[in-house]
């Protein structure tokens, strides 16, 4: 499941209602806010939220509050009444310092109950089993960490997470956003310092797929237009689309269209599954037959014969060939998509402004 974030440091906005209801429409289905937040008005906490739960519930949205100590009291909720919570639309609590285990494991015969990640121990895990916790409604959350140089590193995130896989909890982390970014450090809110100023798309995409995380929420509130269109794309159609520059008009209807990497994965580029039939009538002769680096795009020209036509991006450095001509170059921030292209993967290009 993919979800976003929204924070209550601001009275409620039509552009928040907004922006909440497009994330929903392009198909994320959790949101994740805080109740403890030092920079955050907590008097304010209830007023703002109420809205929110409003659109929560009518969008069918699952809204996870992270909490420690007596965070409830501001909202009119506590944890000694967990139908009340239920009942206010809320889906879940992460719960941080302060909270003993024996209530915790009560709550998650209630509603999903999120730990900190990084904290749970094998003796917290006993104790969970000895309260008689419902392990199907238990997350892990790892922390997001806005400062640069704090995000985890990924090889304790991937032992943890397997840990965590043995011991029956789902694993939640962040991916950052890419627009509005949270304060007070503007520097983005990765789980993994790795993803800091990656696209959103291609953290999650990586958090799910190599770290064999269950949950993805973006940590920053907001995502770019290009970000929305790429989550689009993938969420409602399965395709991955990809930006690319320096692509001269005459060459747009080969690059710019749907295509699908073939069966037989290669090792060095991304094959076009069909574009060689698509192109066996055109004439392609020689031209920008230079060095290929990874990301550049491609079509063998006349002289590869009966390869003529097929089109391809580059994994890997490859040197020049006569019978290759580079047509355009997927941009930098776009390139950590190409690992998610396996066997069969429909993908996307689309041209950015730049392109002769």
């Known amino acids: 499941m993919f979800g976003f974030s929204v924070y209550l440091n601001e009275d409620w906005s039509q552009e928040k209602a907004h922006y909440i209801n497009k994330m929903a429409d392009i198909g994320f289905e959790g949101i994740f806010t805080s109740l403890h937040i030092p920079e955050d008005d907590a008097s304010k906490y209830r007023e703002r939220l109420m809205p929110l739960l409003n659109i929560v519930r009518s969008k069918h949205l699952k809204l996870m509050i992270d909490i420690s100590g007596d965070a409830l009291k501001h909202i009119g909720l506590s944890i000694d009444h967990p139908e009340e919570i239920v009942a206010s639309g809320i889906y879940g609590l992460r719960m941080d310092a302060g909270i003993e285990l024996k209530a915790i494991a009560h709550l998650s015969n209630y509603l999903t109950v999120g730990l900190n990640a990084s904290t749970i121990t094998e003796e917290d895990y006993l104790q969970l089993e000895k309260y008689q916790a419902n392990f199907d409604r238990m997350e892990a959350w790892h922390n997001y960490y806005p400062r640069p140089e ?115 994965v290669a090792k060095a580029v991304i094959r076009s599954e069909q574009s060689r039939v698509l192109n066996k009538d055109e004439d392609i002769p020689p031209e920008n037959t230079v060095h290929r680096r990874g990301g550049s795009i491609t079509i063998d020209n006349n002289l590869y014969k009966r390869y003529k036509g097929e089109l391809q991006l580059v994994k890997q450095e490859l040197p020049a060939d006569e019978k290759v001509n580079v047509l355009g170059q997927i941009v930098d921030k776009d390139l950590p998509l190409l690992d998610f292209v396996h066997a069969g993967t429909a993908f996307k290009i689309a041209a950015i402004q730049g392109g002769a």
């Open 150 to 264: 704090t995000g985890l590193d990924e090889t304790w995130f991937h032992n943890k997470n397997e840990w965590l896989k043995l011991k029956r909890f789902n694993s939640v982390a962040f991916a950052p956003g890419d627009q509005i970014l949270r304060a007070p450090l503007y520097e983005t809110l990765p789980t993994l310092e790795i993803h800091r100023y990656q696209r959103p798309l291609s953290a999650a995409l990586s958090l799910q797929s190599d770290y064999s995380v269950d949950h993805v929420y973006i940590g920053d509130p907001g995502l770019s237009d290009e970000a929305c269109s790429q989550f689009t794309h993938y969420l409602q159609h399965n395709v991955l689309l990809l930006h690319a520059a320096n692509i001269k008009k005459k060459w747009r209807p080969y690059i710019c269209r749907g295509h699908r990497n073939r069966l037989d």
